[in-house]
């Protein structure tokens, strides 16, 4: 069983620097209710003893900026797209494996070819899942060096 106490821990055992309400040491007049840290407790069962101290989480954003929070969240829940490449007659094989190099960060010279030779083989291949906005991007890169591209939702897995 789980038990949480929300209170005050005092910053410090001095009296100047944590005074009590009348205190003639005070810096300010009257209560002092910000001289503390708020803080939580939680406990495996009662009377066991012990707990952890949560540290409070402070995020400070700009005005007009989002957090990263917010972003990792949008992140996640923006269905996912595919890029896919499409064989085509024109194109070397050379030159399709540079492009994926070129165009889609992180690919590396063993995944382009394999790329490459599943759309070879196959008639279409996909080369990576991503965000919509990226999708359309990586996607124009491919068609803008001559290559037969396209994107579709990724729904249902990979």
């Known amino acids: 069983m ?3 106490i929300c209170g005050r821990l005092p910053l410090s055992p001095n009296p100047v620097f944590n005074p009590k309400p009348g205190d003639k ?3 300010c007049r009257g209560p002092c209710p ?3 840290i ?3 407790v939680s406990a495996a069962a009662p009377g066991k003893g012990g707990g952890v101290l949560d540290r409070p989480v402070k995020e400070r954003t700009t005005p007009g900026r989002e957090s990263e929070f917010d972003l ?7 269905p996912p ?4 490449l499409h064989n085509d007659n024109y194109n070397k094989r ?3 494996v540079q492009v ?3 165009v889609i960060p992180g690919m590396t010279l063993d995944n382009a070819v394999n790329i490459m030779q599943e759309a070879h083989y196959n008639g279409l291949s996909v080369v990576i899942i991503c965000s919509q906005a990226d999708a359309e991007e990586h996607c124009m890169q491919l068609r803008g060096n001559g290559l037969l591209s396209s994107i579709e939702p990724a729904s249902g897995g990979c």
């Open 81 to 84: 797209f595919r890029v896919i």
């Open 34 to 36: 910000n001289r503390g």
């Open 25 to 27: 040491l005070s810096l």
């Open 38 to 40: 708020l803080m939580a």
């Open 2 to 4: 789980e038990t949480a």
């Open 100 to 102: 994926l190099m070129k």
């Open 94 to 96: 050379e030159y399709v």
């Open 72 to 78: 990792r969240k949008r992140r996640k829940t923006a």
